[in-house]
Nanobody
Framework: VQLQASGGGLVQAGGSLRLSCAASGSIFSINNMGWYRQAPGKQREWVATITSGGNTMYADSVKARFTISRDNAKNTVYLQMNSLKPEDTAVYYC???????????????WGQGTLVTVSS
């Protein structure tokens, strides 16, 4: 099982970006999917989570600016980021709780990270 994140880049403050993260491999089912980020010199922090049923949760720092969504048919989670601020600059990582066909028990998988840089 692998997660592949994409969509990062350089954007001016106030702009928007959409991140994607696709899961692939021998997947039986996917439970929660989410996003974390790690700014330079800081610890990784949670950004948002979406459950298999579509319920969403956000960190206070991104609430009302970011929207998490998923396409279960494509095993993909998205993060729409609007009104970006310089403090949103970070490497963004996706994660997912996946039950693989081979293992049969849920495990957390991580994507490789995609860099988002917001200029002032």
């Amino acid at each position: 099982v692998q997660l592949q994140a994409s969509g990062g880049g350089l954007v001016q403050a106030g702009g928007s970006l959409r991140l994607s993260c696709a899961a692939s491999g021998s997947i039986f089912s996917i439970n929660n999917m989410g996003w974390y980020r790690q700014a330079p010199g800081k610890q990784r922090e949670w950004v948002a989570t979406i459950t298999s049923g579509g319920n969403t949760m956000y960190a206070d720092s991104v609430k009302a600016r970011f929207t998490i969504s998923r396409d279960n048919a494509k095993n993909t989670v998205y993060l729409q980021m609007n009104s970006l601020k310089p403090e949103d600059t970070a490497v963004y990582y996706c994660d997912a709780v996946i039950i693989a066909v081979v293992r049969g028990d849920p495990n957390v998988y991580w994507g490789q990270g995609t860099l988002v840089t917001v200029s002032s």
